[in-house]
């Protein structure tokens, strides 16, 4: 059984910055697509970012793109989200997933098997 515990997520204030820490157990990690998801009050869970096995490709949601950055250790089992320039609109609880990045007409398409139980993100105004 496939387990991701999140940790990291605490209340911030706009303009401030957290990391996310997401730890997988039960399945060798280095061959498993990650991605963090998030889903903040009365709206659809919704893609943040991911990274492939090796590390080598990162992919990121636009409302994110130049202050997350997602990164993964194969020696910790570990997949990290820095998050900086936090707006209110950020937001969320933050979930980690592991799967497979696949390739659908030209686009990444993440297909995610296992889930964490999330980490509440707060930024105030």
């Known amino acids: 059984q496939v387990q991701l515990v999140e940790s990291g997520g605490g209340l911030v204030q706009a303009g401030g910055s957290l990391r996310l820490s997401c730890e997988v157990s039960g399945r060798t990690f280095s061959s498993l697509a990650m991605g963090w998801f998030r889903q903040a009050p009365g709206k659809e869970r919704e893609f943040v970012a991911a990274?492939?096995?090796?590390?080598?490709?990162?992919y990121y949601a636009d409302s994110v793109k130049g202050r997350f950055t997602i990164s993964r250790d194969n020696t910790k089992n570990t997949v990290y989200l820095q998050m900086n320039s936090l707006k209110p609109e950020d937001t969320a609880v933050y979930y980690c997933?592991?799967?497979?990045?696949?390739?659908?007409?030209?686009?990444?398409?993440?297909?995610?098997?296992?889930w964490g139980k999330g980490t509440l993100v707060t930024v105030s105004s």
């Open positions: 997933a592991a799967g497979t990045i696949r390739y659908v007409n030209f686009k990444p398409s993440y297909e995610m098997d296992y």
């Open positions: 990274i492939n096995w090796s590390g080598g490709s990162t």
